[in-house]
T-cell receptor, first 110, second 115 residues
Framework: TQLLEQSPQFLSIQEGENLTVYCNSS?????LQWYRQEPGEGPVLLVT?????EVKKLKRLTFQFGDARKDSSLHITAAQPGDTGLYLC??????????FGQGTRLTINP | GAGVSQTPSNKVTEKGKYVELRCDPI?????LYWYRQSLGQGPEFLIY????????DSGLPNDRFFAVRPEGSVSTLKIQRTERGDSAVYLC????FGAGVNEQFFGPGTRLTVL
């Protein structure tokens, strides 16, 4: 099974600051997804990246897939308290199986 | 429309007991997945169904774990002789099956506590 390492595991910053979360693997994935999970709920898909070097933007969130399709990053600009949550990256292993990282717990302080 | 639902939301049991966890996928979704999420970790794949059959059960940790989906809709995850290490949130997800990457829609999970 391929492994995904996320860093940092915990991040607490002030409202208005920028941040980047990383997702790294020694293996190549056919695609990579980013999810956000709130307490007591299941993960909710934010974005899927498929092509090496791909960049996708979702409002203040920017997602990038590495050229070699082994790593990805999530950058948040001007973080807001509503961005607080657990951010998970997941790589597609085969057609259907997802391998998740351990998550980055983000706290944005007002 | 209705999302993925899971029952019960919480289950407390004693070591050695048998438990069943239920998942109702989104109507029309042919693929169904079970994951387990331990405290402070990401979800860990257990099993995937395409229709009624288990297409990939490589994530089931041992033979105490079993899952069924007899009519291709609702699924039940069954755990025999529960152990304290089985305590976790069990997540179910469903998706439309097709070519390429399929978005998986997750339910809220069942929190299992084995005393």
């Amino acid at each position: 099974t391929q492994l995904l390492e996320q860093s940092p595991q915990f991040l607490s910053i002030q409202e208005g600051e920028n941040l980047t979360v990383y997702c790294n693997s020694s293996s190549v994935f056919s695609s990579l997804q980013w999810y956000r999970q709130e307490p007591g709920e299941g993960p909710v898909l934010l974005v899927t990246v498929v092509t090496g070097g791909e960049v996708k933007k979702l409002k203040r969130l920017t997602f990038q897939f590495g050229d070699a399709r082994k790593d990805s990053s999530l950058h948040i600009t001007a973080a807001q308290p509503g961005d607080t949550g657990l951010y998970l990256c997941a790589g597609a292993e085969g057609a259907q199986k997802l391998v998740f990282g351990q998550g980055t717990r983000l706290t944005i302080n007002p | 429309g209705a999302g993925v639902s899971q029952t019960p939301s919480n289950k407390v049991t004693e070591k050695g007991k048998y438990v069943e966890l239920r998942c109702d996928p989104i109507s029309g979704h042919t693929a169904l997945y079970w994951y387990r999420q331990s405290l402070g970790q990401g979800p860990e794949f257990l099993i995937y169904f395409q229709g009624t059959g288990a297409a990939d059960d490589s994530g089931l940790p041992n033979d105490r774990f079993f899952a069924v989906r007899p009519e291709g809709s609702v699924s039940t995850l069954k755990i025999q002789r529960t152990e304290r290490g089985d305590s976790a949130v069990y997540l179910c997800a469903s998706s439309l099956f097709g070519a390429g990457v399929n978005e998986q829609f997750f339910g809220p999970g069942t929190r299992l506590t084995v005393l």
